[in-house]
């Protein structure tokens, strides 16, 4: 070796300075946790392709959220699964939908204290199972999905919702939910704009989660797994259009796009580690084949690392908990 000697290795001899020298931290504030709740349920309701994950009745909803606060998660994002579904997708609209109702019981229960996010979009309450509101041919009609997502918005902010998420993928969505927003008096609701959703499909086990309907898939809408500089204008198009936050999903597959965007704006970015996700580790863990625990923060080190600061995850409570545990 020359002299000086450069040895990186001295920085990372014992845990001590490891720490003292870690670039990335995973902090419980930047963790969100998806939740969904089933319209009737009495009983909370294993998801199979979930393992771990529930679908919640309004009750055991109540009390998860209480238990994700007492964890100090940065935020709750609610997903409803109504008894019933329609072509247009009333019942998110409607405010005695499931959504909107568990947004008002989970607003009840922790107030403030917690920040509480809805996932604004037509998939889970239509018949068809598509995001948006469809033309006589059968197409998702872009123009009149945007009014739905204007009215099912403000249904959102009455009910109390700190920041609404448009997951459609509509062009114009961010703009006609914020104008809709505004015009209705809530100016102080924020839009968490799914800005970069790509076509995946690690999206599989979500769909059991919210027993969607969707037959085909979503390519007309949901952006095509190579393409990167396509991100950047969804990206552009979204903060433009007045949205405080935006969002790159699935995470671990699109580091490069997280990074990417977290280059070229200065708004938060958050990363939706997703349910094929979880389920790949998960099922991997079961089967002993990794260790689960590290496995995980590993997952959501790198996350933050590309650079989102704020992360989606399944595992948002228990990481939270293991966080705190640690330091
Ligand atoms: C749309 C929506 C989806 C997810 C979040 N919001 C499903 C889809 O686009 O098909 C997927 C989340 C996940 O896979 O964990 N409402």
Not at 17 to 34: F, K, N
Request: with cysteine; hydrophobic share 45%; net charge negative.
């Amino acid at each position: 070796m020359s002299y000086p000697e450069i040895r990186p290795r001295r920085l990372r001899r014992n845990a001590a300075v490891r720490r003292l020298v870690s670039e990335t931290r995973v902090d419980p504030a930047e963790l969100v946790v998806p939740m969904f709740v089933k319209e009737g349920l009495t009983e909370p309701r294993a998801v199979a392709s979930l393992p771990g994950v529930l679908q919640h009745s309004r009750d055991s909803l109540r009390k998860a959220a209480v238990e994700a606060v007492q964890a100090g998660v940065g935020g709750i994002m609610l997903f409803g699964v109504p008894a019933s579904r329609d072509e247009t997708g009333s019942g998110g609209i409607d405010p005695d939908g499931i959504l909107n109702v568990a947004i008002r019981d989970v607003i009840a229960e922790v107030g403030d204290a917690t920040v509480v996010m809805s996932d604004l979009c037509l998939d889970e309450f239509t018949s068809h199972g598509h995001c948006g509101v469809l033309t006589p041919d059968g197409a998702v009609d872009n123009d009149a999905t945007l009014s739905a997502y204007a009215r099912m918005a403000v249904a959102q902010a009455d009910a109390g919702v700190h920041v609404v998420g448009p997951s459609g993928m509509m062009d114009g969505q961010v703009g006609a939910v914020r104008r809709a927003l505004d015009a209705a008096g809530h100016q102080d609701v924020s839009v968490l704009a799914y800005a970069v959703k790509y076509a995946s499909a690690f999206f599989g086990p979500f769909r059991d989660a919210v027993e969607s309907a969707l037959e085909g898939d979503r390519r007309t809408y949901q952006q095509d797994p190579a393409n990167l500089r396509e991100s950047l204008r969804e990206v552009a198009l979204d903060v433009a259009e007045g949205a405080d936050m935006v969002m790159v999903k699935p995470a671990l597959p699109y580091l490069d796009v997280v990074a990417a965007v977290r280059a070229a704006v200065d708004v938060p970015v958050a990363a939706y580690q997703v349910s094929g996700e979880y389920a790949t580790v998960e099922a991997a863990a079961a089967n002993g084949w990794i260790d689960r625990e590290r496995v995980i923060m590993e997952t959501l080190t790198s996350i933050r690392r590309a650079g989102a600061q704020i992360i989606l995850t399944y595992w948002a409570v228990e990481a939270a908990q293991l966080l705190r545990q640690r330091y």
